[in-house]
Nanobody
């Protein structure tokens, strides 16, 4: 099974950019669906973006569509989340997730309950 570690979080002004990385160890990320979720204080964990398999079409949450871009580099065992035009409401702990089971329905990649593997999270804070 893979272990996931996120990095790249930090404090940024509104309108700025950050790039989060998710590094996998203990196994190859190839063959896993990878996703990003976020959780703000007092709120449920929210879907941000996912790639259901290598080369697959990425999916995005409505609140980040057009501003965030998910990508992966299986050769480096990494996944990324490029976040542009950040807003204060993007402030949250961001989590990387992975799941080896191929989704029967692609909508499953939007569900936090579908993923078996999670990182510890990285804090993103956007100031106004």
């Amino acid at each position: 099974q893979v272990q996931l570690v996120e990095s790249g979080g930090g404090l940024v002004h509104s309108g700025g950019s950050l790039r989060l990385s998710c590094t996998a160890s203990g196994g190859s990320l190839s063959g896993y669906a990878t996703g990003w979720f976020r959780q703000a204080p007092g709120k449920e964990r929210e879907f941000v973006a996912a790639i259901p398999y290598s080369g697959g079409t990425p999916y995005y949450g409505d609140s980040v569509k057009g501003r965030f871009t998910i990508s992966r580099d299986d050769a480096r065992n990494k996944a990324y989340l490029q976040m542009d035009n950040l807003k204060p409401e993007d402030t949250a702990v961001y989590y990387c997730a992975a799941e080896k089971t191929r989704p029967v329905e692609l909508s499953l990649v939007r569900s936090r309950y579908w993923y078996d593997y999670w990182g510890q999270g990285t804090q993103v804070t956007v100031s106004s």
